[in-house]
């Protein structure tokens, strides 16, 4: 019989080693940028009950990541407005590619690869024409951008793929700003946000505004159901004297939904949503706000706000086998399950602000 690393050596000699791929690194089922002890930044792979799997350097503090859907790269993103997304290999932590934003342009922190990890897709602020653009980049070695598109609006922050895989949702926050006034809001009494269906072309299908006097609320952040159905959080650039909604739930052809807008528990969110997720049965959606130190979980039939959890520094969030699983400033990753929450794992760093799913 021939050894293993004889066998291993005829493939590659035929160009048929098997590919690598998100199981060489054990699974992992969440990416997350954080902050060391030491004060330097990271990106790492974590397990499904928060136990870390990998991590490797970032030039300064991430906020989102993408994974590839089939080899282990993952592209880290940095917090906006952000000049740098890292293109790593998670096996050997080797940066593949620093990609940079063209002149006049930066990153907004988010990202998302196409269906087919052929193609990467980043939200970025032209600052100087106040528009909001899709910048498109090849999603192999060596990472050139080809293109880019209108994102439907101003302030694109968080993207994500349509459920059924033939385009794009774009959380087109709304708010105007220029890197010469630091992260000043340039535009809050004239500010728009919307969501935006896009083609992979660009083309607009559809566009969702709430309410005009809703027109502060700055739609951030979103999750998929499998039947379409998008969450967005918003984060409230008004008056917080108001219990305004932080949590909206739009699937294409319909009007949103604002959830649990009467439960007077929504001024403990301190008008921010900084993550949001459904559970695996679509059954529930939850926000996190890091201001408030609070997560709430709603009901998605009723749109009624069923538990609330209290975590300081709490919000990166996404869905776990039996609820939700959430990160914190402080180290903790824990899980939101029958109406509990329970400590998974603790650390001596800093979560930043997203849990994402790896597949």
Excluded at 187 to 199: A, F, H
Excluded at 293 to 316: F, I, K, W, Y
């Amino acid at each position: 019989m021939p050894s293993r690393r004889g066998f291993l050596a005829g493939l590659l000699a035929a160009g048929m080693a098997p590919a690598a791929s998100w199981a060489d690194l054990g699974s992992p089922a969440y990416l997350s940028a954080g902050k060391a002890a030491d004060g330097s930044f990271f990106l790492a792979g974590l397990s499904d009950l928060g136990t870390l799997l990998f991590s490797h350097p970032l030039p300064g503090r991430g906020h989102a990541a993408t994974a590839h859907p089939t080899r282990p790269i993952a592209v880290a993103f940095a917090r906006r407005p952000g000049r740098f997304a890292d293109v790593i290999d998670c096996r050997t932590g080797a940066q593949l590619a620093r990609l940079g934003p063209p002149a006049g342009h930066h990153f907004y922190g988010h990202g998302v690869f196409t269906p087919d990890g052929s193609l990467l897709l980043t939200t970025e602020n032209h600052f100087e024409a106040g528009r909001g653009i899709i910048g498109v980049w090849d999603g192999t070695a060596p990472y050139r951008r080809i293109g880019s598109f209108a994102s439907g609006g101003i302030g694109p922050h968080d993207m994500m793929l349509r459920a059924d895989g033939t385009g794009l949702v774009v959380a087109n926050g709304g708010i105007d700003t220029h890197p010469d006034s630091g992260r000043a809001k340039l535009n809050i009494p004239t500010m728009r946000p919307n969501l935006s269906y896009l083609d992979f072309d660009g083309q607009v299908t559809e566009q969702v505004e709430l309410d005009a006097q809703l027109h502060k609320n700055s739609i951030r952040h979103l999750a998929m159901q499998t039947d379409g159905t998008v969450a967005f959080a918003m984060q409230w650039q008004g008056d917080l004297g108001a219990d305004v909604p932080i949590v909206g739930l739009h699937k294409p052809g319909s009007a949103p939904r604002l959830m649990a807008a009467d439960d007077p528990r929504l001024r403990n969110l301190n008008g921010y949503g900084g993550s949001i997720a459904f559970s695996t049965d679509g059954q529930q959606v939850a926000v996190t706000s890091p201001r408030g130190g609070v997560v709430q979980v709603m009901d998605t039939t009723s749109g009624a706000l069923t538990t609330e959890h209290h975590l300081p520094d709490v919000c990166g969030l996404s869905q776990s086998a039996d609820g939700f699983i959430a990160s914190s400033g402080s180290g903790e990753i824990v899980e939101i399950a029958k109406g509990r929450l329970s400590v998974l794992n603790q650390a001596e760093l800093r979560w930043d602000n997203h849990l994402i799913p790896v597949i």
